[in-house]
C-alpha cells in the first residue's frame, strides 16, 4: 500500500499526473493559497469551466466535502479536482467534513479513469486546520479508500510546500 503513496516537497501546480486536487473554496472561482496558484498556472480555461459548472450544475457553489472535476488548462496535469474541506473549529468536529473531501476527490478520479493523483493538505491552511491533524486524517483517509480496491488509482503523491507539512505527512505516514 505504501508504495502507492507518496510525500513529497514541492509545487502542485508542476506535477505531470493525471488529476492534480485542488484546495478550493466552494464557490470555485479561485483564492489564495493553492487556489490561487492553481488557478494562475492553469490559466483562464479552469476559471472558464469553473463559471460553467456555476451557471449549470452548482449555481451554490460546491459544498464543503465535495469534489468536482474540470479542465487543468495550461498544468501538465490532465485535470483538476475541486475539492472543498471545512474551516477548522475548535468547537465543532468536521473530521468527516475532511475525510469525505479526500474520499470524494478519490471518486472522482476513479470516475476520470485517473491513474495518479497529487493532493495538498487540504484544510490546513488558511482553513486553519492544525497541520499535525490534517496531515493525519488524509494520510489515514486516503489509505482506508485505496486499501478497498478503489479503481485505477495507481499512485497518489502528497505534494507539500513547506517543511513543516512534509513533516508533519511523513510522520503521519510512518516515515
Known amino acids: 500500500m505504501d508504495d502507492v503513496i507518496e510525500i513529497v516537497r514541492g509545487d502542485i501546480t508542476l506535477e505531470h499526473v493525471d488529476a492534480v486536487v485542488n484546495a478550493a473554496n466552494s464557490s470555485l472561482l479561485g483564492g489564495g493559497g493553492v487556489d490561487g496558484a492553481i488557478h494562475r498556472a492553469g490559466g483562464p480555461a479552469i476559471l472558464e469551466a469553473c463559471r460553467e459548472l456555476r451557471a449549470t450544475t452548482l449555481p451554490d457553489g460546491l459544498p464543503t466535502g465535495r469534489a468536482v472535476a474540470t479542465t487543468a488548462g495550461d498544468l501538465p496535469a490532465t485535470w483538476v479536482i475541486h475539492a472543498v474541506g471545512p474551516v477548522w473549529s475548535a468547537e465543532e468536529d468536521r473530521t468527516e467534513l475532511l475525510q469525505n473531501?479526500?474520499?470524494?476527490?478519490?471518486?472522482?478520479?476513479?470516475?476520470?479513469?485517473?491513474?495518479?493523483?497529487?493532493?495538498?493538505?487540504?484544510?490546513?491552511?488558511?482553513?486553519?486546520?492544525?497541520?499535525?491533524d490534517a496531515a493525519r486524517i488524509a494520510v489515514s483517509t486516503v489509505r482506508a479508500v485505496l486499501a478497498a480496491s478503489f479503481g485505477p488509482v495507481e499512485r497518489v503523491r502528497f505534494v507539500l510546500f513547506s517543511d513543516d507539512a512534509l513533516a508533519a505527512f511523513r510522520t503521519a505516514s510512518g516515515d
Open 101 to 132: 473531501a479526500y474520499r470524494s476527490s478519490l471518486r472522482v478520479a476513479r470516475e476520470l479513469e485517473a491513474t495518479s493523483v497529487a493532493f495538498p493538505a487540504i484544510s490546513a491552511g488558511a482553513y486553519g486546520w492544525p497541520l499535525d
